[in-house]
């Protein structure tokens, strides 16, 4: 995995290559700040107490925020940050919710650098590709469990295994807007969520 995006983050950049002949019809802010909203990210590690229990999850997605700095129209570089908060109730019969077992909110923040490739770039409308990487560290808590009636296997409480890697890609983005202000949508897959949407504010450039 961690081989296939490195090779992905190279191809982005062999793609973006001839971009640097587009016509200089607008330039990008030197430092963008998003925030976003995505579905079915890939931070979920649904932790199982048994095999036999099986949970009704209420997954919130995934909430984000990026810095992103242009080195020129194209191509830019920066970090993101990304929470995803879940909850799950586990029952011994889920269909008639009968034998609560416990409730266990989950949840997951991760760190990870990214390059973000514009490969369009209009007045109004930006096309856009994104490759990032870093770690995720992840975390829980248990709530109404009854151990006199159920065993249940608890996760491992090293920081070693709470530890694990982050990614995203994502292979288009459009951002609709103004060179300061822009709405975005991207489809991807990782800790953004595989369908996202948000806001990019980009800062005011020293003239």
């Known amino acids: 995995m961690k081989k296939s995006l490195v090779f992905l983050g190279l191809l982005l950049v062999a793609f973006a290559a001839p971009a640097f002949a587009q016509r200089d019809t607008i330039r990008s802010n030197k430092n963008e700040f998003s925030i976003g909203y995505g579905v079915m990210p890939s931070s ?10 099986y949970p009704l999850g209420e997954n919130v997605g995934a ?56 490969w369009l770039n209009t007045k109004y409308v930006n096309l856009y590709s994104k490759v990032g990487q870093g770690i995720m560290a992840w975390g829980y808590h248990l709530k109404e469990y009854q151990p006199d009636h159920y065993q249940i296997t608890m996760p491992s409480n090293k920081f070693s295994d709470r530890i694990n890697y982050a990614y995203q890609i994502v292979p288009i983005g459009v951002e609709v807007g103004t060179k300061r202000c822009a709405g975005f949508i991207q489809y991807g ?19």
């Open 63 to 118: 909430i984000y925020a990026t810095y992103t700095r242009r080195l020129t129209k194209v191509i830019g570089i920066g970090a993101t940050y990304c929470f995803d908060p879940r909850v799950y109730t586990y029952y011994e019969k889920p269909s008639t919710k009968e034998g609560l077992i416990c409730r266990l909110g989950e949840s997951s923040h991760a760190l990870m650098l990214h390059l973000k490739i514009n």
């Open 44 to 53: 979920s590690f649904r932790f199982k107490p048994g095999q036999h229990y």
């Open 189 to 207: 897959l990782g800790m953004e969520g595989v369908f996202s949407i948000g806001f990019r504010y980009g800062l005011k450039d020293k003239e």
